[in-house]
């Protein structure tokens, strides 16, 4: 069989403890699936690298990367060695741009034996996509201060928005409901208060629907989006933002499902030209950070979302049956103590593994 | 006793059947507690107005309003007439900017008789405000497109923070934690990704966190902060946010409690040198707009707002008590549908009145 090269990057905090149940989980679908995969390990992508070398990637990163089929993640970030913005930009935000990362997805389901915070709802009931955009958008780093230091000083930033970089996320977002049963997609704006790059957004959204005459399309602006996430998540099927909106979506979204600590996210170059990246949702977590009890059920599910974009959809969703088994199972001995279980990382990461 | 001249602007949909009960409320009030009330109406700022006038706000109207001592607004916009992007920013956006209302103030609260969606939630959990920044920040109308048409076509917006539009905010934020028992603030932030204008804010809320030993602050960014507004709302007693985010959680905030269709929101110029404006969140609701079932709840707590930014904080938590009577009264014969009641506007204005 044909062998898929994997980077493995550990990263930060709890990202060094979950990572290793992802590949637990990764070598038992890859052993019953008859996939190849080798994996490779680096220490970059992580504050203490940065503390070692003033830098968070080495400058031939790119090569480096380039060669590989995915990039396996774990989390970065501890704001006590090296301040977010540092660290973030010169790492993920990295990988996401130059490796034309464009579409960030992110899942939003109830599962099983989870405790949502919204009262009555059942799996089954929420089960939905963001799909965000990943390259540019407000996260750009246009900007700067003037008169420093003064009562007069003002920052500025801009947002950028392309039509190449809207239309190719509109399209996948379109192509992606299109393939699932609702065909519903839901778009973020905010076009009645930022009144330049937003109308733009909705216009070419109107200009991509043309194409796609199944898929009934609706819009809300951001702030009474936020608000049916929580009022009505049931009905959303595939929703679609610019990179800010995508971020608040994908983080609200998880949290109306419990799912937060065990989240995946897919950033993903869908041409292939570039690795894909997967890293799960929550952080690096510094509270309980070297404790032994993260949750690894977000890196493994990563995994999942790595196998069905290399192709292997069936071990992806088998993969993710099994999580949702572990989790449905009467005995939670195994599972974390945020699962109010007694078991450590690595006792629901071989659970895990077994199951698959 | 003192007059203040009140200019009441009803505007478009439901605000045209909502305003009358917040009258009918604010003259309860100010005949018990024997405060003088002059109200003049005002046809502009709505879309209808446009459709004649081909503008939403006559050519003096900043002369005409300077006058009052406060706006007493219902709702603006009708997209199937007019974009929104023009009703708004032609009406609501230019009053918050020409009269300086530096400050979006909004209550979020679980009210008794109200279902929160959150699970396991009972009045007395969740009781904080919103402090918004109301005048600059994402909502700079500067940028533009180029290359139009064009497969490069490129749209910009800028956002724009000076010193002194965020010290003011922060400074309000921070005297309104100071006042309440908690003496808790949480700035949003999303330093980690909007790199520039972002962490100038935290920067800021550094600064003057230092006057206030009393109060203590924490920050999270935008993303995680909408999800603990979920999973954890009673951490928060003040948020303070830039424009776009307050606009974000303060409508959040009131659909955590179930009262996006209650809560009111103020925009203050604290200075007093021009006048306030107060409007219920909810929108004009074309959907249900001349049936007279709107729930006129959100309408009479603004009432209550603009008596208490008036001075007589008395007469306002009075107002606030009863509507809180009222929805828990077990008798919901006068409520509106929403309330799941078969009343309507005006049976719930007066029920609301009768107990003022
Ligand atoms: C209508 C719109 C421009 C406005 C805003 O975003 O400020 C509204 O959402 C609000 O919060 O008052
Ligand atoms: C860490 C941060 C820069 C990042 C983002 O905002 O994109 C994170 O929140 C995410 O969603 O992956």
Partial sequence: ANTHKIAVIAGDGIGTEVVPEGLRALEAAAGRFDIGLEFEHFEFGSCDYYLEHGKMLPDDWFETLSGFDA????AVGWPDKVPDHISLWGSL??????????????PCRLMPGIKSPLADREPGDIDFYVVRENTEGEYSSIGGKIFEGTERETVMQETVMTRTGVDRVLKY??????????RKLTSATKSNGISITMPYWDERVKAMAKGYPEVSVDQFHIDILTANFVLHPDWFDVVVASNLFGDILSDLGPACTG????????NINPEGKFPSLFEPVHGSAPDIAGKGIANPIGQIWCGAMMLEHLGYKEAGDAMVSAIEQVLADDDKSALTPDLKGKGTTQSLGEKIAAAI
Same sequence: chains 1, 2.
């Fill in 93 to 106: 935000l990295q990988f996401r741009r130059h490796f034309d990362q464009y579409i960030n997805l992110r």
């Fill in 71 to 74: 990039i396996f993640y774990g």
């Fill in 173 to 182: 977002a379109f192509d992606l409901a299109q393939s699932r049963p609702r």
């Fill in 259 to 266: 799912t937060i600590g065990v989240a995946p996210s897919a």
